[in-house]
């Protein structure tokens, strides 16, 4: 349903003014015991920064990668955010894609209020408060910033422009964006609205409003967008770069070849923008109200229905409301007061994606540029290769009705493009559809299966290279001339495209099971064991071949091949890339006792490549938890025996992973919209899903005495740790139901009615809880005992 915030506040200078600021900050600022209170969007924004965690990362003169997350406001999975950018998006191409904001940056270039994917460096137009005189973008006049003064909770985010006197509080509905502007005394208060490189065309319409369509036509929410004012404008004018010949060495930069032409209305081109003049008073407050759409008519609807006046406080109580309704639905005891906070603020993160594009009935663009009316909610494509790992299993439990609207988005995507969306690497899309079903969501899971089936059997598909996968049974990667090993960021990634489309496959056979598709169940079955095709059991690691099949030489497992023979991992990484079949890798490894031995190395060798894999950072010997190739190892152990060391590792992880920099926002790697997150939420909660498509959990280690987390269909998931404490890691006992209870594993089906499963902790391993091989998580084959 569309939200409505009725009332208008009259703008007022001098003291009530900044009363007016000063309760909005006073909101944000309240760190009660409440999970919205808790939650901290600035967590993700920083880097770790022991060296002992980042291993060789980052290459000379590129920063070490932080989570990547926003500390903008939102609304659970809006299409828009109001967000701080401190980093020069058009010369930050070192972080891999466009990152809006790094924590420790010391400068604010501007803000943006929507306009972007998933990923915020995309956000336009951007909207830069700067008094006195100004630069042009890309070069922008920056300003300093006071750390002490930032502020971000839910729905609200707060900086004070120490350079221009000038204080930006920002908050958002799920359609648009408002900011309020806090000046000083001054005959040239500024505002540039511009669009980046790209460009665009804009227009100043009347006196108090900016109108805009951008030339990159991928945004979420719409090309266009309507800009409004509280006050009118005292001057303004537009800029550009002028159009120069290709071959000019400042093409794209605009400065010193720049059109800045004052009075005009309207401007098009590369780094197009319009700069607005207000005179102000000590403490006045200019807002400005931003929407985007399909069209001018449907981003200026929007800013009628989500913000008819100029009341933000209203606006940023009603979007803090949202976040406390979701984020009350799992309470916690217990743990410290650092570790609940790192909680809710990794769970409100894990919110940041798919982002919805338009509501039943509204209209959007499709995936072939024509515009739509939805017919359900719409929402932005699943990153698969990231979020599909875990993130996509949160949403089953807590938003099973939303869940549906994202696999309807999917299968419409699919009808539209003639495929199912993939990730950038893998296909992994039949991990939602098949852990949903599992998980009792309604759908049309037969009328998704052809299009899953079409990705897994046409050579034509988004699948590359499965025309020698299926004939071969593994996809070979060429030697590089001059075998530039390592690192090698060419190639086809072979042994681990194999891995992810074994696994794709396993669940594709599982599907057509259930489907009553035999024929296409034997044969993804038999395709899901390829794995072993890339496995060489000679050194006991996954190994990239040649078309004729012999294996790679040289090769050394501990190097990070970013794209030959692995993908964004070592060769130590990607052996446990195996999640359908654990008990099978673990019977190839030489069984139990070697597959433990086999972890144990994984997690004591010192890392020591000499090639640099950028996102691997947050180490634990030979394993990154910055990435996603590896972050399900650690539970491996439920499988070998020893669910105790899972129990350690999860905890060592939780601890030392997150949080743990200087500024206590650190992450490992990227967050990949929600992944790393939703990592530490789930694991902070005493379970992970290894493999999304199962209905099993794997238990870890609860940080917390007790957490209740209410499900989807109203039911509570209740994890009780007796006796927990820092020192206290290790399950003694567990009942469930107040049954006894042996395996260190429970399914869907124990607890989708809701349940309470009781761990018993000590500061000790029991060796004999959950060990016993019939007590094993399940697996596609049976491992050798």
Not at 394 to 408: G, K
Not at 474 to 494: E, L, Q, R, V
Request: with cysteine; proline share 7%; net charge neutral.
């Amino acid at each position: 349903m569309t939200r409505r915030f009725a009332g208008r506040t009259r703008m007022v200078a001098g003291s009530c003014a900044l009363f007016g600021l000063m309760t909005g900050v006073a909101i944000a600022q309240t760190r009660g015991s409440q999970p919205v209170d808790l939650a901290n969007p600035l967590m993700g924004t920083a880097a770790l920064d022991d060296q002992k965690l980042i291993g060789n990362a980052p290459p000379p003169g590129e920063p070490v990668y932080s989570g990547q997350t926003s500390p903008g406001a939102r609304v659970p999975h809006s299409s828009v955010e109001a967000a701080p950018i401190n980093n020069n998006i058009a010369l930050s191409f070192p972080n891999g894609v466009p990152t809006p904001y790094y924590y420790t940056n010391p400068t604010m270039l501007g803000f943006s209020g929507g306009g972007g994917s998933s990923y915020g460096g995309n956000a336009e137009p951007i909207i830069s408060p700067v008094v006195g005189d100004w630069s042009m973008p890309p070069a922008w006049r920056e300003s300093a910033y006071d750390k002490s003064k930032e502020i971000a909770s839910p729905g609200y985010y707060s900086v004070y422009l120490d350079t221009f006197k000038t204080n930006v509080e920002l908050t958002a509905t799920r359609w648009a964006s408002l900011m309020r502007f806090t000046f000083p005394a001054s005959v040239r208060s500024n505002v540039l609205v511009n669009f980046p490189a790209h460009g665009g065309s804009m227009e100043v319409v009347g006196d108090h409003t900016v109108r805009g369509v951008s030339q990159d036509h991928g945004a979420i929410d719409g090309a266009y967008f309507v800009a409004e004012f509280s006050k009118p404008f005292a001057d303004l004018g537009t800029f550009r770069k002028v159009p120069g010949n290709p071959g000019d060495e400042r093409e794209g930069w605009g400065i010193g070849d720049k059109d800045v032409q004052p009075g005009a209305k309207s401007v098009s081109g590369g780094w197009s923008g319009t700069y607005l003049t207000f005179h102000t008073k000590a403490g006045e407050q200019v807002l400005m109200k931003i929407a985007h759409g399909t069209s001018y008519a449907q981003a200026e609807q929007r800013l009628k229905d989500e913000l008819p006046g100029w009341n933000f406080d209203a606006v940023h109580a009603a979007a803090r409301g949202e976040w406390a309704k979701l984020l009350d639905r799992v309470q916690v005891t217990g743990g410290s007061p650092k570790q609940r906070q790192l909680f809710y603020s990794t769970l409100f993160q894990s919110f940041a994606s798919p982002r919805v594009i338009a509501e039943k009935g509204e209209q959007f663009t499709d995936m072939n540029g024509k515009v739509q009316t939805a017919t359900h909610d719409r929402y932005s494509p699943v990153p698969f290769w990231d979020t599909g790992r875990n993130q996509i299993v949160l949403l089953e439990l807590m938003e099973p009705e939303r869940v549906q609207n994202i696999l309807a988005s999917e299968l419409d995507m699919a009808r539209e493009k003639g495929y199912m969306n993939t990730s950038f690497h893998g296909d992994n899309a039949v991990f939602l559809f098949l852990g949903a079903w599992k998980r009792g969501i309604p759908f049309d899971y037969a009328a998704a299966y052809e299009y899953l089936r079409k990705n897994a059997l046409d050579p034509a598909g988004p699948r590359h290279f499965l025309a020698e996968y299926d004939k071969n049974g593994w996809i070979a990667d060429i030697i590089p001339p001059n075998n530039p090993s390592p690192p090698y960021a060419g190639g086809k990634a072979g042994a681990a495209t194999t891995l992810e489309y074994a696994w794709d496959d396993h669940a594709m056979s599982q599907y057509a099971a259930l489907l009553g598709r035999k024929d296409d169940a034997a044969r993804f079955l038999q395709r899901s064991a390829n794995w072993r095709n890339v496995f060489d059991k000679s050194i006991g690691f996954m190994r990239g071949r040649t078309a004729d099949g012999q294996w790679i030489s040289p090769f050394d497992p501990q190097e990070p091949y970013y794209n030959f023979m692995m993908k964004e991992a070592s060769g130590w990484s990607t052996l446990w890339l195996v999640p359908h079949d654990v008990a099978g890798l673990e019977s190839a490894l030489g069984g139990r006792q070697a597959f433990d031995a086999k972890l144990d190395s994984f997690f004591s060798t010192p890392y020591t490549p000499k090639g640099i894999c950028r996102d691997c950072t947050g180490l634990i010997g030979q394993y990154v938890q910055g990435n996603q190739p590896d972050q399900q190892a650690a539970y491996y152990y439920d499988w070998g025996g020893q669910p105790w060391k899972t129990q350690k590792l999860v905890r060592q992880i939780l601890d030392r992973m997150y949080g743990s920099d200087a500024a206590g926002y650190g992450y490992p790697g990227m967050d990949d919209q929600g992944a790393t997150s939703s990592w530490y939420a789930l694991s902070a909660m005493g379970f992970y899903p290894v493999d999304p498509s199962s209905d099993a959990y794997i238990i870890g280690s609860p940080i917390f005495d007790d957490v209740k987390l209410t499900m989807g269909n109203g039911k509570v998931l209740e994890i009780a740790a007796r006796n927990n404490s820092a020192a206290n890691m290790y399950v003694q006992s567990a009942t469930l139901n107040g049954r006894p209870w042996t395996k260190p594993w429970f399914a869907h089906a124990d607890i989708k009615n809701g349940a309470t499963l009781v761990l018993t902790m000590g500061p000790k391993p029991n060796p004999s809880w959950g060990s016993a091989p019939a007590d094993a998580p399940p697996s596609q084959s049976s491992s050798a005992r």
